[in-house]
Each structure stands twice: as structure tokens, then as C-alpha cells.
């Protein structure tokens, strides 16, 4: 079991696959996989018109508002979605056409995407008011905890990792062990990847 802290200094900015945006990118696995063959990836981008989602074949998508008024998200020809910072994570195949409508001004998402047939994929919220301790309680391979806001305290009994405002926590198995501290207030997300088949 390995568990590190990735700070907001070590992400990667890039442009979208389609040239349409920017997106800050967390983490992704293998870590010298391209766009076309990573196994799983997680990042951030900045929505700042309205207008199509990059594609990526093979891969299941799970998007989360951060912040601005919301989205309307129309995938394929489903009825649009309508998201913002306090609806549930959405999950839709990223290889099927996606068209985003600003609900007032810019906003900035949170993505996970895993390669279909070899990994999946679970999204939860995590709002801790000051004191709260929460149990990770995942045996997933890979665990990551984004604190968006606030500051959170990571226990396994032993090693103690602090994440404050944009960081992230990556536990490589053995999440089960961990717990969280809420230092202050803190809003973020814990993300669960395995292996498609376990």
C-alpha cells in the first residue's frame, strides 16, 4: 500500500483534446499514457462558453460541477441534464457526443474517466463540517480524495497526510485503512477505481 499527496503545484495544464478549453489535469495512470490509451485519468477544466465536449473513445466519464451557476449537458440525443455545484455526480459514456450550455457564466467541473472494459469507476461527495471524521472505507485499488475547499487531516492508524484547499490524496490499496479529519469545513470527493473484472 503507497498513499502520497499530490499538491495543486504538480498538476499538469493542458488544452483540450478538442482545443476548446483548458484542463487541469490531477492524475492520470499509467502516468506516461497519452490521451488516447490512459487507463484512467482524473482532472479539472474551466468551461468558459457553451459548446461540445471533447471525445474519447472506450471511456466512461463521471462529471461534477465545482463551481459557477451550472450546465445544462444534453449527451447524445438524451434529454439535457440540468448540473450544478450541489447536484449528484453524473456519469455518461465519453464517446458519445456532448454538448454543454452555460447556465450563467463560466463554470469549472471535476472529471474522472476510466477505459471501458478495463476499469470502473465510483464518485462520491464529501462535505465535512469542522470535526466531522469520516471513513474512507474503500478496498478499491486506486483511492483519490480531492479536497476542493477546507482542510481535511488523512489517518491509517500511523502515517498522518494533511490536504489543504486543491490538493489530493492518492492511496495506491489499503484505503479501507484510512480515515478522514476535517481540520476545517471541507468539501471535496473520494473517488473508487478497480479493475473492471475484480
Request: glycine share 10%; hydrophobic share 40%.
Amino acid at each position: 500500500m503507497t498513499a502520497r499527496i499530490i499538491n495543486a503545484d504538480d498538476y499538469r495544464r493542458m488544452r483540450w483534446k478538442n482545443g476548446g478549453g483548458e484542463t487541469i489535469e490531477i492524475a492520470r495512470y499509467p502516468g506516461n499514457s497519452d490521451l488516447n490509451a490512459f487507463g484512467w485519468r482524473i482532472s479539472m477544466a474551466t468551461v468558459a462558453s457553451d459548446g461540445p465536449f471533447s471525445g474519447f473513445p472506450d471511456v466512461e466519464r463521471t462529471l461534477c460541477v465545482l463551481s459557477g451557476a451550472g450546465i445544462s449537458l444534453a449527451v447524445g440525443n438524451n434529454i439535457p441534464v440540468q448540473l450544478d455545484a450541489e447536484s449528484a455526480p453524473f456519469s455518461f459514456p465519453a464517446d458519445v457526443a456532448a454538448t454543454a450550455q452555460l447556465t450563467d457564466g463560466p463554470i469549472t467541473d471535476f472529471n474522472v474517466m476510466t477505459r471501458r472494459g478495463d476499469w470502473r469507476h465510483k464518485v462520491r461527495r464529501l462535505r465535512a463540517p469542522a470535526g466531522d471524521v469520516i471513513a474512507i472505507a474503500s478496498a478499491a485499488t486506486h483511492t483519490i480524495v480531492f479536497c476542493r475547499n477546507g482542510s481535511l487531516e488523512a489517518s491509517d492508524g500511523t502515517a498522518r497526510l494533511s490536504l489543504t484547499t486543491g490538493a489530493t490524496l492518492s492511496i495506491t490499496r489499503g484505503g479501507e485503512h484510512w480515515s478522514l479529519r476535517s481540520v476545517k469545513p471541507a468539501v471535496g470527493f473520494i473517488v473508487e477505481i478497480e479493475p473492471a473484472h475484480a
